[in-house]
């Protein structure tokens, strides 16, 4: 009998090669053109043939996936260091322009193969759908463009690395600054809150100057491609093959009608709770006089270790993947200098075990990151058995689902971190703030991205004017940003997304949905909640969108009637926390 994978702990096993000698490392182009040569080149005269072939090719995408993770990884954790900054810019450069046109035959040699009929469309279907739809926009004037994208993108992170603000005789990166803006003292609020606004606007024109280079070079692309513009190119080249533009205008309508209400009455809260007639920019995250903000932790090593005893009260398996990930040295923690900003998981496709990168500096929110790229984390152990890594390469709108419904899920174990109860209800508080507060945000940058991409070769003014207009519609109105309207007409620049991957957002929005409607559903029945969601993501990409949200027990909708069924969800748990 097999053992049900949740009562296992995490086994997880590096890849055996079977094609590419054990010892090979990826160091430069020559040494690996030969063995795409032999992919390109080799007779598929029968379905054995292909089986092996399509191992083969999956094996030399977790070589080079897993070779290219570490430069990411790597340059990530010390923007200062040279050699990092040129190995990764030499993949992007030297080594990915050449891979593609081999990816672009290699995927058209599958098409073209007559035993990819006899495929078991129940596993391969959304693979399958993938690679035509590849083999549909590669147009190889876009590799070199693409390539210049990547190393352009990437100058976001090295100017955000740079911004740091100085108080009281320390420097402060700004994610370790924007914990001073949690505290109850109002004045010190308001200090940092304007030395990083005005660190910020130091540089705007910069940030303006290496937008519009990128917005320029995708409009190219998607030229290029046979689009007018780069919104529907990049939907069809994210895969967007289960929703559409129209769903996205519902999304925006729908969240603004059911969940911007709750927003505002989460605000009002915050409002009366801090005792003001009126809130500033500085007051949003703040806690009352008297009211330190919490401490959930010290040291990065007291979130990991603190993290694992959160997972092992849902189940065993979630904790042993951390544990794994310990022992493997795959997690980066603490926020320091020269680190690039935000966090991530980086699945690594060949040894199976992942990489966390964060910034944490002892906040409730870096708890709520950590149990979120734990999600991910989990989600790239469950998936890692899966036998192609083509089928692994799952659509954001599932990963975030992983992530997001591992904070709600873990929500109710959070007294590993604060024994005390008040302690533990101002953190639950923070984490329905967040899990509320971000579908308008979301809804927000999203839009934005609509209006940017559908309208190429705008200007700066008319850029700012519609962020404006927009940013507007999905605020509570309750914070008077009085002083700071420069400020605020710049803030989506903030948002490294919309620099690094662009139209990469909504993912979060339907994600978040469904990890609402995943919480809902735990509330319900926790071991039959637990149950789907292993089930779901042990499929990695072997279903459509719609039957992976269906295996994980709930449904991809973001209709107005559905979202406010979840609004209703919601406003009861914020009820039953006094918070409405």
């Given amino acids: 009998m097999h053992p049900h994978k949740e ?25 690996l053109e030969p063995y795409l040569q032999d992919l390109k080149n080799r007779e598929l005269n029968d379905k054995d043939a292909l089986d092996k072939w399509l191992h083969d090719v999956s094996e030399v995408e977790a070589v080079i996936g897993e070779d290219a993770a570490w430069r990411q990884i790597k340059m990530t954790l010390d923007t200062t260091n040279k050699e990092y900054e040129e190995a990764f810019t030499y993949f992007v450069m ?11 035959d290699l995927n058209k040699k599958l098409l073209d193969c007559p035993y990819t009929a006899d495929l078991d469309k129940a596993v391969y279907f959304p693979y399958l759908r993938s690679v035509k739809n590849a083999v549909e926009l590669y147009r190889e004037e876009n590799v070199p463009i693409q390539a210049e994208l990547s190393v352009l993108a990437q100058q976001y992170g090295v100017i955000s690395g740079k911004m740091t603000i100085e108080h009281e ?48 070079g995708r409009q190219k692309v998607a030229e290029n491609a046979g689009f007018d513009n780069f919104r529907d190119y990049k939907f069809k080249a994210l895969g967007r093959f289960d929703y559409a533009v129209e769903d996205c205008h519902e999304f925006h309508e729908a969240i603004k009608q059911h969940i911007l209400p709750l927003n505002k009455m989460l605000s009002e809260y915050r409002r009366k709770k801090l005792g003001l007639d009126k809130m500033r920019p500085w007051d949003t995250s703040a806690e009352p006089v008297g009211q330190e903000p919490l401490q959930p932790f010290e040291t990065g090593a007291e979130l990991s270790d603190k993290s694992v005893q959160v997972f092992d009260k849902l189940r065993p398996y979630f904790s042993s993947c951390l544990k794994t990930m310990q022992e493997m040295n795959r997690l980066d923690l603490e926020s320091r200098k020269g680190k690039a900003p935000g966090g991530y998981n980086c699945p690594l496709p060949e040894t199976g075990v992942p990489f966390i990168f964060m910034n944490a500096a002892g906040t409730i929110g870096d708890v709520i990151t950590m149990m979120h790229e734990g999600g991910h984390a989990v989600h790239s152990f469950l998936s890692h058995d899966l036998e192609l890594s083509s089928l692994k390469e799952y659509p954001m709108e599932i990963a975030e689902l992983a992530s997001m419904s591992m904070e709600l899920f873990t929500f109710e174990h959070w007294d590993v971190f604060f024994n005390d109860k008040e302690e533990l209800h101002r953190a639950q508080v923070e984490e329905m ?29 008319q850029r700012t004017e519609a962020w404006m207009s927009i940013l507007n519609e999905f605020s509570t109105g309750l914070v ?68 992976l949200y269906q295996a994980a027990g709930i449904k991809l909708d973001f209709s107005p009637a559905y979202v406010s069924e979840l609004g209703n969800f919601m406003k009861e748990r914020l009820e039953e926390m006094g918070v409405a």
């Avoid at 370790?176 to 540089?203: G, H, S, Y």
């Avoid at 940003?481 to 420069?486: C, L, T």
């Avoid at 609402?516 to 909640?529: D, F, L, P, S, T």
């Fill in 7 to 31: 009562d296992i702990m995490a086994m997880i096993e590096k890849i055996k090669r079977n094609f590419l000698p054990e010892d090979y490392q990826l160091t430069d182009w020559a040494s």
């Fill in 94 to 104: 030297e080594i990915e322009p050449k891979l593609k046109p081999y990816f672009f």
């Fill in 169 to 216: 005789g320390k420097e402060y990166t700004l994610q370790q600054a924007a914990k001073f803006l949690q505290k109850p003292d109002r004045e010190l609020r308001e200090t940092i809150f304007r030395k990083v606004a005005e660190r910020r606007m130091q540089d705007i024109d910069e940030l303006n100057t290496l937008f519009d280079k990128l917005l320029a």
């Fill in 433 to 461: 703030e967040r899990v509320i507060s971000v579908l308008p945000w979301i809804a927000t940058i999203d839009k934005y991205q609509h209006w940017i991409y559908t309208n190429p070769g705008h200007t700066v003014e």
């Fill in 480 to 547: 008077d940003w009085s002083g700071f309207e420069d400020y605020r007409a710049v803030m989506w620049q903030r948002q490294l997304h919309l620099y690094e991957v662009p139209f990469y957002y909504i993912e979060y929005g339907i994600a978040q949905l469904g990890a609402i409607a995943m919480w809902r559903q735990y509330r319900n029945n926790k071991e039959q909640a637990m149950d789907n969601y292993m089930k779901a993501l042990s499929l990695g990409y072997t279903k459509t969108l719609p039957e």
